[in-house]
T-cell receptor, first 112, second 110 residues
Framework: NAGVTQTPKFRVLKTGQSMTLLCAQDMNHEYMYWYRQDPGMGLRLIHYSVGEGTTAKGEVPDGYNVSRLKKQNFLLGLESAAPSQTSVYFC???????????FGDGTRLSIL | GQQLNQSPQSMFIQEGEDVSMNCTSSSIFNTWLWYKQDPGEGPVLLIALYKAGELTSNGRLTAQFGITRKDSFLNISASIPSDVGIYFCAGRRNNNDMRFGAGTRLTVKP
């Protein structure tokens, strides 16, 4: 059982570069989420999706875009990376909003 | 944004000891959750609490949903080396508004 798979696991970018993080889940979950985790802070919600073709802003959405073209995939994009976006990014999915969120193993992103 | 106050930030204990950590907030939550995160992995749900006053156990772990709905605690009894990790509390107000504490880093000395 793969569960929630994030790619890549590590990435180093230069300021101003763009990239896309991919999250894939094989549990047929409706809801998907992107969080960032910074030292000394809890996970903070960036964007989320309640179903294929839908997205919504979370607590810290600025500088990020997302797309949910297929139910099993949720993409997080950085159009112009900034050092403040250096973080560990986690994707999660749940059957519905009130159900348990299952997390991927994270993507460690460094922006120089 | 509203974050949860989780304490302590870190704990160093001897194997076999009991552990207690808690989470407080100035806001009311409808659900409290406790997660554990091992190095290089994502958080894994340990216990979910859905009603004020609820006390729930999962093996050696026990968690309670505070009566005021503004706090929760997690106890681990008879700690073992594999309990090492970071424990996070999370409070959820509605389907998509979930806030996390900063975590308690637990070290267990054999």
């Amino acid at each position: 059982n793969a569960g929630v798979t994030q790619t890549p696991k590590f990435r180093v970018l230069k300021t101003g570069q763009s990239m896309t993080l991919l999250c894939a889940q094989d549990m047929n979950h409706e809801y998907m989420y992107w969080y960032r985790q910074d030292p000394g802070m809890g996970l903070r919600l960036i964007h989320y999706s309640v179903g294929e073709g839908t997205t919504a802003k979370g607590e810290v959405p600025d500088g990020y875009n997302v797309s949910r073209l297929k139910k099993q995939n949720f993409l997080l994009g950085l159009e112009s990376a900034a050092p403040s976006q250096t973080s560990v990014y986690f994707c999660a999915s749940s059957y519905q909003g009130r159900w348990t969120q299952h997390f991927g193993d994270g993507t460690r992103l460094s922006i120089l | 944004g509203q974050q949860l106050n989780q304490s302590p930030q870190s704990m160093f204990i001897q194997e076999g000891e009991d552990v207690s950590m808690n989470c407080t907030s100035s806001s009311i939550f409808n659900t409290w959750l406790w997660y554990k995160q091992d190095p290089g992995e994502g958080p894994v749900l340990l216990i979910a609490l859905y009603k004020a006053g609820e006390l729930t156990s999962n093996g050696r772990l026990t968690a309670q949903f505070g009566i005021t709905r503004k706090d929760s605690f997690l106890n681990i009894s008879a700690s073992i080396p594999s309990d090492v990790g970071i424990y996070f509390c999370a409070g959820r107000r509605n389907n998509n508004d979930m806030r996390f504490g900063a975590g308690t880093r637990l070290t267990v000395k054999p």
